[in-house]
Every structure is written in structure tokens, then in C-alpha cells.
């Protein structure tokens, strides 16, 4: 009997032993779950935080921070712009155009008449020098006209006004000089003038009306040129000593022809002008001295040039469509 309860005892202290180890097994498998999911739900709390989708309109989420796009590398810009449009017709319309829509329909053109192309790398970095008084009407076609069209060329470029300040003689070349000299203060241009740059130094108006559409002369240099830097400076720039109406496009010829450079000349459907007309300016009267001067241009030029210049600027303006820059160039010497 004796035996019996003893071995009873021992089977029900068996039985309570196993199952104090099976209540401890399950607190332990029911803990370590219970910390595995709190885990997670902080883990949801957080995302929470992060996940815009997950905040209400009285909480606004903070904006995603995106990872910062690598800057978009642009290719260079075609040889031939393929927003070109062929011909246009030019016509001096009165009344004349209104410089704050020419802004509006030019949204691109930055302060100062800065403009790059948007989806490429332009071919060149072109500065156009504009040797300017008192032709305020006759600025504003310009800009109506050109700057829709070198924007379509796919340049960078910026637009220089060089206004001469006080009515002293005229002095075209000088303003030349100054403009080529400021414009490289702000940006490192290639090319001077007009929108594209050649391996000569370009003539661009070859077709005018006011010369019936030809060429006056083989070594007409006037109105409209361009010029990479090189080549300017090879020439040492324009001369300063010419004042009033001629001869300043001759000497540049000369200089260019000295260096035994010629000139490149776009086809007269391409390089057609039309000019304003106009009454002779006052104070751009014929040089009489232009005759002789060009006939030294070779011994003068060394001296005569960029190296030369003296001048001093009144004022620079950032305009819309343009930076107008008013130099003093000194007074014309009594004898011309
Ligand atoms: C003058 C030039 C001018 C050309 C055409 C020449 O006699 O010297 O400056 O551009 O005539 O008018």
C-alpha cells in the first residue's frame, strides 16, 4: 500500500514536472513571437512617418526626397540647326515693333539678351556687337527680327549695344573695339559680330539693297562681319582713328589681307540685308582723311588696334533683349 502511494507520488510529481516545463516552453515560444510582432509594428510606425500615402490632408507630408538626378549631360549641338525656316521676308512695318512683346515672344532670351539652347551644347559662343547712337527705331526691328532667328541657329550668345556717348564725331571701329573688349568681361566668346564663325574671317552682308543687291567692290568688308577671336587678335583688333562715315572696313580688310587672310562670303540668297533708310546721321560725316589712312593701314595697325584702345564706360544696363553699354571714346582729333 505503502509502495503504491509512493509510486503514485512519484508518477503525479513526473506529471506536474512536465507540466510546469510545457507552461514554460509556451511562455517562452508566446514571448518570443509577441516580441517579433512588436518589432514589425514599429517597423510600421516608421514607414508610416515616410509614406505620404499614409497621411491625412490636416497633416501634410514633407515632400519626397528624391535621390538628386544626375545633372542631364547635353549633346552638342547639329552643324546645321534643324529649327531652321528658310527665307524671310524683312519689311520695316510702321508703327515699329514694341520691345515688351518682342520679350514675350522671345520668353527664352535672358536679362541682357542672353540666350542658350535648351536641349544642346552650342557649336559657338557668339558675341554680337552692335556700335550704336541715337537709332533707338531702328534697334528695334533688330532685336524683332534677330533674335528669333539666332535662336533658331542653336547659339549662345549675348547681344551688345555699344552706345557712343555724347555727339562727338562718330567712331564705328572704336565701338567695335570697346564691345569686343567688355563682352569678354562677361563670358568667354569665341566669336565676334555675327552668328557663326569660319575658318576666314566672314563677310555677311554680301547681298544689300542699298547696293543692288551686290557686292560694291571684291574687297567690300562693311556691314555685317564676323570673326573668331584669333583672328581679331591676329590683326590687333580694329583701328580707333577713324572717326566719322568710311574707311574703317577698308583698313580691317587690309589688316585681314596683311595676315594673309581671306574672306569667306555666305551665297547673296544667304547673306541678303536690308537696310533701314535713313538721313545721314549728324556728326558721321565722310571721313576725308579715310583715303590716306588706308593706304598705311600696314604700318599703322601694329599700333593702332585692340593694343591701343583708351575708353571709358558711362554705363552698362541689362536690358530684356539686350545690354547697352555707353562709352566714352574721347574727343576726334581737330584734324582728321
Ligand atoms: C568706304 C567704306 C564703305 C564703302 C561702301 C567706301 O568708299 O570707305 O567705308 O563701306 O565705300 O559704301
Redesign the pocket.
Not at 562715315?245 to 577698308?250: M, Q, R, T, V
Given at each position: 500500500m505503502a509502495a503504491d502511494a509512493s509510486l503514485s507520488f512519484n508518477l503525479l510529481h513526473r506529471t506536474c514536472k512536465l507540466v510546469v516545463l510545457l507552461c514554460f516552453l509556451h511562455i517562452t515560444v508566446t514571448l518570443f513571437f509577441y516580441v517579433r510582432s512588436s518589432d514589425d509594428r514599429f517597423a510600421f510606425a516608421q514607414n508610416q512617418q515616410h509614406n505620404p500615402r499614409f497621411f491625412s490632408s490636416n497633416n501634410p507630408p514633407e515632400p519626397e526626397k528624391k535621390a538628386p538626378e544626375p545633372e542631364k549631360k547635353l549633346e552638342k549641338c547639329p552643324e546645321t540647326s534643324p529649327l531652321l525656316v528658310g527665307p524671310l521676308r524683312v519689311e520695316f512695318m510702321k508703327p515699329s515693333p514694341v520691345l515688351e512683346q518682342v520679350k514675350k515672344d522671345n520668353p527664352r532670351v535672358a536679362s541682357g539678351g542672353r540666350f542658350r539652347p535648351p536641349d544642346c551644347v552650342a557649336l559657338q559662343k557668339v558675341a554680337i556687337i552692335i556700335p550704336f547712337r541715337n537709332r533707338d527705331e531702328h534697334l528695334k526691328y533688330w532685336l524683332y527680327y534677330l533674335h528669333p532667328i539666332l535662336q533658331r541657329q542653336q547659339l549662345d550668345y549675348g547681344i551688345y549695344v555699344i552706345n557712343q556717348d555724347g555727339d562727338a564725331t562718330f567712331n564705328r571701329a572704336k565701338l567695335l573695339n570697346i564691345g569686343y573688349t567688355e563682352a569678354l568681361k562677361d563670358y568667354d566668346y569665341e566669336c565676334f559680330v555675327f552668328s557663326d564663325c569660319f575658318s576666314q574671317p566672314r563677310h555677311l552682308s554680301v547681298s544689300m539693297d542699298k547696293?543692288g543687291f551686290r557686292l560694291?567692290y571684291n574687297q567690300?568688308f562693311?556691314?555685317v562681319s564676323s570673326m573668331s577671336k584669333e583672328q581679331y587678335l591676329k590683326i590687333n583688333g580694329f583701328p580707333n582713328n577713324y572717326w566719322g562715315?568710311?574707311?574703317?572696313?577698308?583698313d580691317i580688310f587690309n589688316r585681314l589681307a596683311s595676315k594673309g587672310m581671306s574672306i569667306s562670303r555666305p551665297s547673296g540668297e544667304v547673306g541678303k540685308c536690308r537696310m533701314i533708310r535713313h538721313e545721314r546721321d549728324q556728326k558721321n560725316d565722310p571721313n576725308p582723311q579715310?583715303f590716306n589712312r588706308?593706304a598705311h593701314t600696314r604700318e599703322t595697325m601694329h599700333t593702332d588696334g585692340i593694343n591701343s584702345l583708351k575708353y571709358s564706360v558711362v554705363k552698362t544696363e541689362r536690358l530684356d533683349l539686350f545690354t547697352r553699354i555707353t562709352v566714352d571714346v574721347g574727343p576726334a582729333p581737330k584734324k582728321r
Open positions: 547696293f560694291p567690300y562693311g556691314g562715315w568710311g574707311g574703317e572696313d577698308d579715310r588706308i
